[in-house]
């Protein structure tokens, strides 16, 4: 990742042209992600698939694909962009139709570690999801095949192949094998 010291707004974020690489806007400063690689695709359209056939069966709200900005924070502005995400139907009813970033954290954030990113970076996306309001960010790390549920309260659980993700009280009953994921 790159880190471009302009500060920028939300709404400049949003006239970028397409240069095929992905950005977030934290706290006013432009961050340059190269695109994902194949493992890092695979998964995060895997919970995407799965997560988002539950929600859409059980009509409980909207799931947003990779690179869905949302708007954490303004003045400075910062937008991040999650690999996969819930928002409930609830929040969707009080919010209304969004054309922009969507005005707040989702519900659940899915990340996936891809090979280049640095442990501070990704606990620094943790960090920012939860303080906005995130009540469940799932962190996939594909080297050591686990994954870490991290929870408003600041409960932290780490599951391996043996076990299931599971939704808990965000997607209640939505449930997926980890082992499923590094199929």
């Known amino acids: 990742m790159t880190t471009v010291k302009h500060i920028a707004t939300a709404a400049e974020l949003e006239r970028l042209p397409d240069d095929e690489f992905r950005y977030e806007l934290v706290r006013g400063e432009l961050h340059k992600m190269a695109p994902a690689g194949n493992e890092h695709g695979k998964i995060a359209a895997l919970l995407t698939i799965?997560?988002?056939?539950?929600?859409?069966?059980?009509?409980?709200g909207a799931v947003y694909a990779a690179e869905t900005g949302f708007r954490l924070a303004s003045d400075p502005d910062t937008v991040r962009a999650p690999d996969a995400a819930f928002v409930c139907q609830a929040r969707l009813d009080v919010v209304g139709a969004v054309a922009g970033y969507w005005?707040?954290?989702?519900?659940?954030?899915?990340?996936?570690?891809?090979?280049?990113?640095?442990?501070?970076?990704?606990a620094e996306k943790v960090a920012d999801w939860l303080a906005a309001g995130t009540q469940m960010v799932?962190?996939?790390?594909?080297?050591?095949?686990?994954?870490?549920?991290?929870?408003?309260?600041?409960?932290?659980?780490?599951?391996?192949?043996g076990d299931v993700l599971a939704g808990g009280e965000v997607v209640p009953r939505w449930e997926v094998p980890v082992a499923a994921l590094f199929a």
């Open 138 to 161: 799932v962190v996939v790390e594909p080297r050591p095949r686990t994954v870490a549920v991290h929870r408003a309260a600041g409960v932290v659980d780490v599951l391996r192949e």
């Open 50 to 60: 799965s997560l988002g056939q539950y929600v859409l069966a059980n009509k409980l």
């Open 103 to 122: 005005p707040g954290a989702p519900d659940l954030v899915v990340e996936v570690v891809s090979p280049g990113d640095r442990y501070g970076e990704v």
